[in-house]
């Protein structure tokens, strides 16, 4: 679809809008010496969430934005376009687990917001609702579950609004209540697992489940609960106080697993970096009064994965072997360096592993399709998994009992397809029973994808995925919509996305820029966006955003730059160092004030990532990194929408909302700064009512700033 903008579009919207009257936000300069380098920051004081003017300064915002974003016309059509979308997806599934002859998952269907927990009977295909999380707590969400080894027991993980600080409750499958049993506070990502006679259930409990302490994530620990009895007499596997020879910092966690066959309890000492410490130790010792626990795999041996079967240790590595490597020593007396290669390293890289009862499979990505393979334990031979091309993933229906397998197969442009893969017959077929009744049109009709390689500042060629309108005119007049991410090897690969699908039937090209400090060309592309040379992140997406108005996708005045979470970092950076460059820009829950966060909960977390203030090093880079710091007053600065969610613990709310207070203070351009205060989410929310709103709000604001004429004020 192709739309002209006429620059009367522009001059209704600015004349309707003429002056932003945000409310007033004091200035109390507060100087940080950062190895003599001073930083003054007039916003420090609004890191006190507990403080009733912040508080009341939060609410001022959020209803000023809202004041503004409700006068911009076809914002209700975004969101009604997005639950149409969502329906004619059909009901939507997360992966199964099977015990015995049934699958539990959870489901939401087409026209529903939240998922909900449901068996089904594989010989007879008959579908239960075994539980619902509305009924259960106001604003409850299902996290994650698990399942007893003989399926009598069900123990469910719950956040609220968006928390992802939640509790953990055990449901009888029988009689569908819960047992008395309450375990909390947990972080929404830890797993938690029964013993195999169903008696006691392990899992990592937080030190505080107060989202504004300093505590948050600090201290945690690993335990053992005996079901029927109360938290405060649960043992402690592992932590930092009542293990103090396993070295465990204050700001990693411990999380303990049990192998496969239960031969023996795993510990490992997690962290934002994917190489963590291991331990081990037989199962037998689980009851014992202090576990004697065995290190298997220190942080220096570069391993990111394992699989253990009896004194079998698989391992996925990237020592001397960037693109990753699978290996195989002895967990009884381990050897890295004299291990048997299983799969070499390749052009390609490897991404991840995992297992079922007789097989190990891994993924093998160029950064833009993935294929799966399988390697028969016994004999150690490999062969490829049967699925379409796309990003393929896959996951053990019950590894413990079976080698049947789960696979989901996603692209651009094709919603996701789950398949049902049995190693032994080497088939892949359509599930029939996890896939929604899709009345999709035919998007690989209406769009085309170009995949490329961009030139950064560095001559570093980085992949751009551009998706956008068959037989577009290039002559500059088209929005664009570019994001990228650039943390922690995390790989932004190929996925259709309901919402950005609605953005593409606006006319809108869509580009993802896959920067280094992402995993999409191994480990060296994480490494080169890491600390020191983090600044390639942001430059490897300017580089992408000047492709698309070289190439007469867009203009700078059509260009809408996006960035969540570390994406922060990126579109910080990108629209303080290239304000020109954008239209609008829209940062999501972001990291941009660097400088600050490490004294936020999560703070400590990031420093293998993005190093940390105590490193007079470190530190010059972080000041670089850090996006608030760089905003200059008398800037003309892009429109800005920056959203917060006021449930999140993993960005703290205040972060966000510094950004868009210096901006709105700082900025000459006469175009709008608005903070964007969910009280309904936090880092992100399984509600989709609360996403399709939020995400109609902020594409309507950078629509109306792009000049859509869809989306223009009218004139008063």
């Known amino acids: 679809m192709k739309y002209i903008f006429l620059t009367s579009c522009l001059l209704a919207s600015q004349i309707c809008f003429a002056q932003y009257n945000y ?170 697992e029964f013993t195999p006679d169903g008696k006691y259930i392990i899992y990592t409990k937080m030190s505080t489940g107060d989202p504004n302490s300093n505590m948050l994530l600090k201290e945690m620990k690993a335990m053992i609960h005996q079901i ?121 890289v490897i991404t991840s592993i995992h297992s079922s009862k007789n097989y190990l499979f891994y993924s093998l990505s160029n950064g833009i399709t993935q294929d799966k393979y399988q390697i028969d334990l016994k004999t150690l031979a490999i062969k490829k998994v049967p699925l379409p091309d796309g990003i393929n993933h896959s996951n053990a229906f019950n590894s413990r009992e079976n080698d049947h397998l789960q696979c989901y197969n ?91 699908s609605v953005l593409l039937e606006q006319g809108v090209i869509l580009a993802v820029a896959h920067v280094r400090g992402g995993g999409e060309k191994g480990d060296n592309w994480h490494k080169d966006g890491m600390k020191a040379k983090k600044s390639n992140t942001w430059k490897d997406f300017i580089a992408c955003s000047e492709y698309l108005v070289s190439q007469k996708y867009t203009s700078p005045s059509k260009l809408i730059g996006n960035g969540a979470s570390m994406g922060g970092v990126l579109i910080g950076r990108a629209i303080t160092e290239r304000p020109d460059l954008y239209g609008a820009g829209i940062v999501e829950v972001g990291m941009t004030n660097v400088l600050r966060s490490q004294n936020s909960a999560n703070g400590a977390n990031q420093i293998p990532e993005i190093g940390s203030l105590k490193n007079p090093e470190d530190t010059k880079y972080l000041i670089e990194m850090d996006a608030q710091s760089k905003v200059k007053k008398g800037m003309k600065y892009p429109a800005v929408i920056v959203s917060t969610g006021m449930n999140d613990s993993r960005i703290t709310p205040w972060e966000p909302a510094k950004f868009a207070t210096v901006l709105q203070n700082s900025t000459s351009s006469g175009k709008p700064v608005l903070l964007y205060a969910n009280y309904e989410n936090g880092h992100f929310t399984s509600d989709q009512d609360v996403v399709f709103h939020e995400y109609s709000d902020i594409f309507a604001f950078a629509l109306w700033q792009v000049g859509h004429p869809k989306f223009q004020p009218l004139k008063k």
């Open 23 to 192: 409310p007033k936000t004091a200035e109390k300069p507060a100087t940080d010496d950062y190895f003599g380098n001073k930083i003054t920051d007039n916003y420090q004081w609004l890191e006190d969430l507990k403080n009733p003017e912040v508080k009341t300064w939060f609410k001022a915002q959020s209803d000023y934005s809202h004041s503004i974003i409700d006068k911009i016309p076809n914002r209700d059509a975004l969101y009604n376009r997005m639950k149409q979308v969502q329906e004619m997806g059909g009901d939507s599934y997360g992966y199964a687990k099977q015990i015995g002859n049934l699958y539990f998952y959870v489901k939401t269907k087409k026209n529903e917001k939240l998922s909900k927990l449901y068996t089904k009977d594989i010989s007879t295909g008959k579908e239960t609702l075994v539980f619902d999380p509305e009924t259960y707590k106001k604003d409850a969400q299902i996290t994650n579950f698990t399942i007893d080894s003989k399926g009598n027991q069900i123990a469910l993980l719950f956040s609220k609004a968006g928390s992802e600080i939640c509790e953990l409750r055990i449901l009888d499958v029988k009689t569908k209540k819960f047992l008395d049993d309450v375990l909390a506070p947990i972080w929404s990502e830890f797993n938690f």
């Open 228 to 348: 029927g009895t109360s938290q405060d007499k649960d043992i402690v596997l592992g932590s930092r106080e009542e293990y103090p020879e396993l070295n465990i910092l204050t700001e990693q966690f411990p999380k303990v697993s049990f192998t496969n066959d239960y031969k023996s309890i795993i510990l490992k000492i997690g962290s934002t970096k994917s190489e963590n410490p291991v331990f081990y130790a037989p199962f037998s010792s689980i009851k014992d009064k202090k576990i004697k626990w065995k290190q298997i795999i220190k942080s220096s041996d570069d391993i990111i994965q394992t699989y253990i079967s009896g004194d079998q240790l698989f391992f996925l590595s990237h020592r001397d072997s960037p693109n990753y490597k699978i290996g195989l020593t002895s967990l009884s007396n381990p050897d890295f360096d004299n291990a048997k290669v299983i799969v070499p390293e390749s052009s390609s």
């Open 410 to 500: 996603s692209n651009w442009l094709t919603p996701g397809t789950f398949y049902d893969y049995n190693p032994e017959n080497g088939k892949a077929v359509m599930s029939k029973y996890f896939n929604g009744d899709s009345s999709y049109p035919d998007y690989n009709a209406l769009y085309e994808v170009k995949e490329t390689e961009v030139k950064s500042h560095d001559g570093t060629m980085v992949p751009l995925s551009i998706i956008y309108p068959k037989n577009i005119k290039m002559d500059g007049n088209t929005p664009a919509y570019i994001t990228g991410y650039g943390g922690y090897g995390i790989s932004y690969t190929p996925r259709f996305s309901n919402r950005l």
